[in-house]
């Protein structure tokens, strides 16, 4: 768990729903500079601050100056002042070719449920941008052979009886240093005494689980994460439990969270956003084609593995769904849909909304509906009145608005064309997805940790916590947690 601090000054604490203390923003937002309301108004300002940005080698930031768009046509920064968030090659050159493009307009409102109903977004897209029908025809097919590759990877599932369960237990392991800690217990960096490898080992207290009503949250954690399969999620290796807690074997994420990152580096260039978006946009298109609502992405849940590429944790909230069927009140007050924050039954577009508010905390450094009151924050959310930074391109600005939707017949990501009209949208234009999805691209940040060592310095230090589990008196919940 770590201390947000997206503003500077404030003593709010924010918490998730349903009762956990998550992000604890220690500071107010810094009023955003000159923002612009939806559309951009200042389009040639911005189209030459785009220029600014493609044409930097860049893609990094320091400790702990924010990163204004200036600062990324200048030398990175040294090692010592901060992390490096280094080139992506591929994304820079094809970061030139965007300039080429006319910028994409959004000066038009989005389209109404019936016109989008009516007529295809990417047509529309295509006809505002004034491209050719070869154009067309190229992006169509574009599109189809993306199809496939998502195709393949969505259909890797692990076999159902897919477990260890009863073959391991904690006495296999060597507790080592705190990662995290939860709601329910801690996350512990652990060694194999087997095969001498490292593993996080998130720890339940099977009393605190039951006393705050998520046990079926908890059972669907472990239900989801053990059959799920794909790059940019975290495996889960094993279950087991002792007398009175849960385990969870997890592969060891080296990098740390993208959480403590982004405060590093206040906010991140464009192209450093689009890389671990679409990472993300991989795995929520994963999830939701075999039916899982995630309900729970913010930086916090989003780790880097010792290569840099992300890796979500925390299923406590993911949800198997088939349509409109989940009615909890959950998540983290920043990241909520308006559907769920007005009750009404959700679905998997709650997702991509959290997307798109991802999206914008990654570019702006603070969530674009915070306020220190919670009450003003879901006001805020209701509303859905956007001030977008000034140096926000147009593109990104677009692609916000399409998920930012509070009609959810209108948000990206649960039209007709699901997340391929996220995918297609010319925000990414520049990004293989192909590569990104078989991890061959370069990152923009390698954590310097010594991998495969059990290096934990990418994580907060926190004071030892319990390690005398594997207790076996009196066991609790036996029947509740028969599963683990
Ligand atoms: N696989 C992992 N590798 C490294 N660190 C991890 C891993 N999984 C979790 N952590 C660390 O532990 C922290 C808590 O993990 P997680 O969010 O899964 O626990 P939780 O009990 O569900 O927390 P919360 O109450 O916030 O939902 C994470 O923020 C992260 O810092």
């Given at each position: 768990?770590?201390?947000?601090?997206?503003?500077?000054?404030?003593?709010?604490?924010?918490?998730?729903?349903?009762?956990?203390?998550?992000?604890?923003?220690?500071?107010?937002?810094?009023?955003?500079?000159?923002?612009?309301?939806?559309?951009?108004?200042?389009?040639?300002?911005?189209?030459?601050?785009?220029?600014?940005?493609?044409?930097?080698?860049?893609?990094?930031?320091?400790?702990?100056?924010?990163?204004?768009?200036?600062?990324?046509?200048q030398?990175?920064?040294?090692?010592?002042?901060?992390?490096?968030?280094?080139?992506?090659?591929?994304?820079?050159?094809?970061?030139?070719?965007?300039?080429?493009?006319?910028?994409?307009?959004?000066?038009k409102?989005?389209?109404?449920?019936?016109?989008?109903?009516?007529?295809?977004?990417?047509?529309?897209?295509?006809?505002?941008?004034?491209?050719?029908?070869?154009?067309?025809?190229?992006?169509?097919?574009?599109?189809?052979?993306?199809?496939?590759?998502?195709?393949?990877?969505?259909?890797?599932?692990?076999?159902a009886?897919?477990?260890?369960?009863?073959?391991?237990?904690?006495q296999?392991?060597?507790?080592?240093?705190?990662?995290?800690?939860?709601?329910?217990?801690?996350?512990?960096?652990?060694?194999?005494?087997?095969?001498?490898?490292?593993?996080?080992?998130?720890?339940?207290?099977?009393?605190?689980?039951?006393?705050?009503?998520?046990?079926?949250h908890?059972?669907?954690?472990?239900?989801?994460?053990s059959?799920?399969?794909?790059?940019?999620?975290?495996?889960?290796?094993?279950?087991f439990?002792?007398?009175?807690?849960?385990?969870?074997?997890m592969?060891?994420?080296?990098?740390?969270?993208?959480?403590?990152?982004?405060?590093?580096?206040?906010?991140?260039?464009?192209?450093?956003?689009?890389?671990?978006?679409?990472?993300?946009?991989?795995?929520?298109?994963?999830?939701?084609?075999?039916?899982?609502?995630?309900?729970?992405?913010?930086?916090?849940?989003?780790?880097?593995?010792?290569?840099?590429?992300?890796?979500?944790?925390?299923?406590?909230?993911?949800?198997?769904?088939?349509?409109?069927?989940?009615?909890?009140?959950?998540?983290?007050?920043?990241?909520?849909?308006p559907?769920?924050?007005?009750?009404?039954?959700?679905?998997?577009?709650?997702?991509?909304?959290?997307?798109?508010i991802?999206?914008?905390?990654?570019?702006?450094?603070?969530?674009?509906?915070?306020?220190?009151?919670?009450?003003?924050?879901?006001e805020?959310?209701?509303?859905?009145?956007?001030?977008?930074?000034?140096?926000?391109?147009?593109?990104?600005?677009?692609?916000?608005?399409?998920?930012?939707?509070?009609?959810?017949?209108?948000?990206?990501?649960?039209?007709?064309?699901?997340?391929?009209?996220?995918?297609?949208?010319?925000?990414?234009?520049?990004?293989?997805?192909?590569?990104?999805?078989?991890?061959?691209?370069?990152?923009?940040?390698?954590?310097?940790?010594?991998?495969?060592?059990?290096?934990?310095?990418?994580?907060?230090?926190?004071?030892t916590g319990?390690?005398?589990?594997?207790?076996?008196?009196?066991?609790?919940?036996?029947?509740?947690?028969?599963?683990?």
């Open positions: 768990m770590q201390t947000a601090a997206y503003p500077a000054s404030s003593t709010d604490q924010t918490s998730k729903v349903d009762g956990y203390m998550d992000r604890q923003p220690d500071g107010t937002p810094k009023s955003p500079p000159q923002e612009q309301k939806n559309n951009g108004s200042e389009q040639e300002e911005q189209k030459s601050v785009e220029k600014t940005n493609s044409s930097s080698n860049v893609y990094s930031s320091g400790i702990p100056a924010a990163l204004d768009e200036a600062t990324m046509s030398p990175a920064p040294s090692a010592s002042e901060g992390p490096q968030v280094e080139s992506m090659q591929s994304m820079q050159e094809a970061g030139s070719a965007e300039q080429q493009q006319p910028s994409f307009s959004t000066d409102p989005a389209p109404s449920s019936s016109e989008a109903s009516s007529r295809s977004t990417e047509t529309q897209q295509y006809r505002n941008t004034g491209r050719s029908a070869d154009n067309f025809r190229d992006r169509q097919l574009r599109k189809a052979r993306l199809v496939q590759l998502l195709d393949l990877q969505r259909k890797r599932i692990r076999p009886d897919h477990t260890t369960k009863g073959r391991y237990g904690i296999d392991f060597d507790c080592l240093q705190t990662l995290g800690t939860g709601s329910f217990g801690r996350v512990h960096l652990v060694q194999s005494k087997h095969n001498r490898l490292f593993y996080a080992i998130k720890v339940l207290e099977k009393r605190k689980v039951v006393d705050m009503k998520q046990v079926e908890t059972c669907d954690e472990r239900h989801i994460l059959r799920v399969q794909h790059p940019f999620i975290t495996i889960l290796w094993g279950t439990q002792d007398a009175k807690n849960l385990f969870m074997v592969d060891f994420a080296e990098g740390g969270e993208l959480f403590s990152l982004l405060r590093k580096c206040h906010r991140f260039p464009e192209k450093v956003a689009k890389f671990y978006a679409a990472e993300v946009i991989l795995a929520l298109d994963y999830l939701h084609h075999n039916q899982i609502v995630y309900r729970d992405l913010k930086p916090e849940n989003l780790l880097l593995d010792r290569f840099g590429h992300l890796k979500i944790v925390d299923f406590g909230f993911a949800k198997r769904v088939s349509t409109n069927n989940c009615f909890t009140l959950c998540g983290t007050p920043d990241y909520l849909a559907e769920i924050i007005s009750l009404k039954p959700y679905n998997k577009a709650a997702d991509w909304w959290s997307l798109g991802f999206i914008f905390e990654m570019l702006a450094g603070y969530p674009p509906f915070y306020s220190e009151n919670p009450m003003k924050l879901y805020n959310i209701l509303e859905g009145n956007i001030s977008y930074p000034q140096y926000f391109s147009s593109s990104s600005i677009d692609l916000m608005n399409h998920l930012l939707q509070r009609d959810i017949t209108n948000r990206y990501g649960n039209l007709k064309d699901g997340s391929m009209d996220i995918i297609m949208h010319p925000w990414f234009r520049d990004i293989s997805w192909d590569k990104i999805l078989t991890r061959k691209i370069e990152v923009p940040y390698v954590p310097p940790i010594r991998a495969g060592m059990g290096d934990s310095s990418q994580f907060e230090a926190y004071a319990p390690t005398n589990y594997g207790g076996t008196e009196n066991p609790e919940f036996t029947d509740i947690f028969q599963d683990f």
